[in-house]
């Protein structure tokens, strides 16, 4: 079946800009997980969905970046202002439900801010 | 706090050679661990996962982990790594939160 898709693969944004991210889970799926994977902090977690609230919101890094998910299914996160140190693959990733620790990742998002 | 360390950050091997890639991990409590594998250009794949039971896990293309919960531990393995392994290896804890906290990971290259 169809794994997490992520869209755009990448993506080039000015300095100030704000960007969005976006995330289709896996059908079925009602946890969802956003990452950030960059060169100086390796694979970070940002936030944690089940269906469309946000239990976990501690790894998000400044209040320009939020994310939303409604009909517990598609997500998206939005990144503010953008600076350049937002640069940085953003992963999302899915499993059955907050009792499944068993995530399946998708491609990411290549986030270059110049 | 929870945390991931891993001690090699740039592995080479010749193929045929054994690997053991180290992972310890700081937890209190009830700790879920894997093994994640990203090859060139690819998204992260799991490799294996241990959640209670039997500590010595098997996961796929013959990579196996042991749990030694004395130790903090859960050490990758394989007996003979191919070229075809050559890629980034990264261990995680999952604790009580469903947050998955990695390790800065570990390059493999296998060379022919």
Redesign the interface.
Known sequence: GAGVSQSPSNKVTEKGKDVELRCDPISGHT?L?W?RQSLGQ????LI?F?GNSAP?K??LPSDRFSAERTGGSVSTLTIQRTQQEDSAVY?C?S?LD?TS????????TRLTVT | AQSVSQHNHHVILSEAASLELGCNYSYGGTV?L?W?VQYPG?????LL?Y?SGDPLVKGIKGFEAEFIKSKFSFNLRKPSVQWSDTAEY?C?V?GA?????????TLLAVQP
């Open positions: 946890a997980y990452y390796g694979l970070e977690f944690y089940q976990d501690s790894g992963l990733a499993s907050w620790y068993e995530q399946y990742f998708g491609p990411g | 879920n894997f994640y690819q998204h992260l794949q799991l996962k959640f990264f995680a999952c939160t469903n947050k998955l906290i990695f390790g800065t990971g």
